[in-house]
């Protein structure tokens, strides 16, 4: 038996390999978890509008940039496959694609300032609600460069496995974020009473900050010169159009998914501010076992990233499963908690809040809580098979699958039960965990079926780098 635990630990695509990469991760998507915790945590303090408004204002934000995250991100992906397959000089080429869909993001983004006004007008929110959710928005979408371009740059050191560069960079960024935050709601230190502006400026500013100490990990002489990392756009024109063809159906599937739970919570939020307030919370508490989840499955998708890379497969397959055992050793705990203690996490928010605003909300954040235990579960194999997909390239099956689950099974249910049959938030919450439980049981069925053991996103011809400055234009590419 012992040394039957040993070989589970120690083989290739065993749990010591995955812990490896993933501890820092989890670590640093733990911390979002808990700056995301906090600042919802501070907005609650402020009042029921502000912590109401954030939620629908962040996912709309974070909706509008997903795509281009998705597409940035997926940086991961090909980093661990040349680094996998050896081919560490096309490295570079892939972070400066990465930069390039940072910078149309970021400029898109922009596009969608002047029209605050006229969408949360439209969604029809309480008038103080909508008034928050503008503010909160356009400060947002200003930010939005350095916080797509830090995730396209993390794909490198996720990709190389170089994961404890992440885990410090999110830690420092976490605290000047929380600090900001609060001095900036509430006014203090000398600083102006913000609200829910303070919030997202201390956010923006935070994710610039990661962003620059990105750069300044990248601008060493033994990175640059191994991974051809030098600060000029150099672009591959094979890799780049390999990167849209799969990067881009990442890109749409995150874009989808995430639009797909803002539809939701935007519809909720017509029901009034306690059901939008309490289903904020409720995300927010979901969080805490949700964000620590995805950094197990970004290293999933690295490391079988690297294996199909490397032709192979098999401990691909298995790097899988350990991450399932692993993440059901952490979710399972995590639920039992919040079934057992839900007060102790929802005290954090009414505990400085009047007990007539959070009352209510109180109540129904206890049965909000028991939904978030069910889907979990199923949510631990949406994201462990969902990223042994993605590290092989099987991004169009998940494009496709979420864009009609998400529509059929998510966003239409829930239309019709709260406009035209008037049904209570607890409906809408059933709609939303037989949806996550669906995507958990087809990805597994995906997996199972094995189609992506013979995927690759990168070619195995040798290519020649193409230096833009070389170059005439971009667009003769």
């Known amino acids: 038996m012992k040394a039957k635990i040993i070989n589970l630990w120690t083989r290739k695509g065993g749990y010591k390999e995955l812990l490896l990469i993933a501890f820092p991760l989890i670590i640093s998507t733990g911390i979002h978890s808990i700056q995301h915790f906090i600042d919802r945590l501070f907005l609650s303090w402020y009042s029921a ?26 940086t991961s992906t090909f980093v661990s496959q040349y680094y996998g397959a050896g081919e560490y000089n096309k490295i570079g080429a892939v972070i400066w694609n990465g930069l390039f869909i940072s910078l149309i993001g970021g400029i898109v983004l922009l596009f969608f300032i002047p029209l605050a006004d006229e969408i949360f007008t439209f969604i029809g929110h309480e008038p103080t609600v909508i008034k928050y959710e503008i503010q909160y ?72 900050f990661a962003f620059l100490l990105y750069v300044v990990l990248l601008n060493r002489k033994n990175i640059k010169r191994k991974y051809n990392l030098h600060f000029k756009p150099i672009i591959n024109k094979e890799l780049f159009k390999r990167f849209i063809k799969f990067g881009l159906p990442n890109g749409i599937h995150f874009f989808i998914d995430i639009l797909g739970f803002t539809i939701f919570v935007l519809i909720i939020g017509r029901l009034g501010t306690i059901s939008l307030a ?108 969902s990223a042994t ?57 995906r997996f199972k079926h094995g189609k992506w053991k013979s995927m690759s996103v990168i070619e195995d011809a040798k290519i020649k780098l193409i230096d833009l400055h070389k170059e005439e234009s971009f667009e003769n590419m």
């Open 49 to 74: 509008e502000a912590i109401a408004a954030a939620m629908p204002a962040s996912m709309l934000n974070f909706t509008l940039m997903c795509a281009f995250l998705g597409v940035a991100g997926y």
């Open 389 to 445: 997909l993605k590290g092989a390239g099987d991004t169009k099956f998940i494009m496709y699958f979420i864009l009609i689950f998400s529509i059929l099974f998510l966003i239409v249910p829930t239309f019709l039960i709260v406009e035209y049959y008037n049904f209570n938030i607890y409906y809408a919450w059933s709609i939303l965990t037989i949806y996550v439980s669906l995507l958990g049981i087809i990805f597994f069925l």
């Open 278 to 385: 309490a289903t904020n919370i409720a995300f927010n508490l979901n969080n805490l076992i949700f964000l620590p989840m995805i950094g197990v499955g970004i290293s999933i998708t690295v490391i079988s990233g690297k294996y199909i890379g490397s032709k192979q497969p098999v401990y691909a397959e298995r790097i899988t499963y350990s991450g399932l055992v692993m993440l059901l050793f952490y979710v399972v705990p995590m639920i039992l908690v919040f079934l057992i203690f839900p007060d102790k996490f929802i005290n954090f928010f009414s505990s400085h809040s009047t007990t007539a605003e959070f009352d209510e909300i109180s109540k129904i954040l206890f049965q909000l809580i028991k939904f978030i235990a069910i889907y979990s579960i199923f949510d631990v194999f949406n994201i462990t098979f």
């Open 137 to 208: 928005f356009r400060i947002m979408n200003l930010g939005a460069f350095p916080a797509i371009a830090g995730t396209a740059i993390s794909g490198f050191f996720s990709g190389t496995n170089n994961t404890i560069k992440i885990m410090w960079v999110s830690i420092c960024a976490m605290i000047i974020n929380v600090v900001l935050d609060y001095m900036m709601i509430f006014g203090n230190f000398g600083l102006p009473e913000l609200g829910v502006k303070g919030a997202a400026i201390a956010t923006i500013i935070a994710h610039l």
